[in-house]
Nanobody
Framework: VQLQASGRGLVQVGGSLRLSCAAS????????RGWHRQALGKERELVAT???????NYKDSVKGRFTISRDIAKNTVYLQMNSLKPEDTAVYFC??????????WGQGTQVTVSS
């Protein structure tokens, strides 16, 4: 499974940005897609996930501001980020997990929120 993330950007506080993650390869076994982020000097953390049944899960601090969604036909997962805050600044990584526990990561994409 190959994951290609896009949508990096610099936005002001309160602004919006949408990240995309396109999957290719042997994706038939993937049952969870998600986004993680890693701020400078901090550990990588889960931001949001979506299952093949469209069940979603969010980090508490992004609930109500971020929305994860997917386009099945395009094998793409999106992360719509609204009301961005400086603490959302990080490198964002998309990932995919298969039903048998294998994980795949895309390259990171930088999101910077300026105050």
């Amino acid at each position: 499974v190959q994951l290609q993330a896009s949508g990096r950007g610099l936005v002001q506080v309160g602004g919006s940005l949408r990240l995309s993650c396109a999957a290719s390869g042997k994706i038939f076994g993937v049952n969870v897609r998600g986004w993680h982020r890693q701020a400078l000097g901090k550990e990588r953390e889960l931001v949001a996930t979506i299952t093949n049944n469209d069940l979603t899960n969010y980090k508490d601090s992004v609930k109500g501001r971020f929305t994860i969604s997917r386009d099945i036909a395009k094998n793409t997962v999106y992360l719509q980020m609204n009301s961005l805050k400086p603490e959302d600044t990080a490198v964002y990584f998309c990932n995919a997990k298969t039903h048998d526990g294998r994980g795949y990561w895309g390259q990171g994409t930088q999101v910077t929120v300026s105050s």
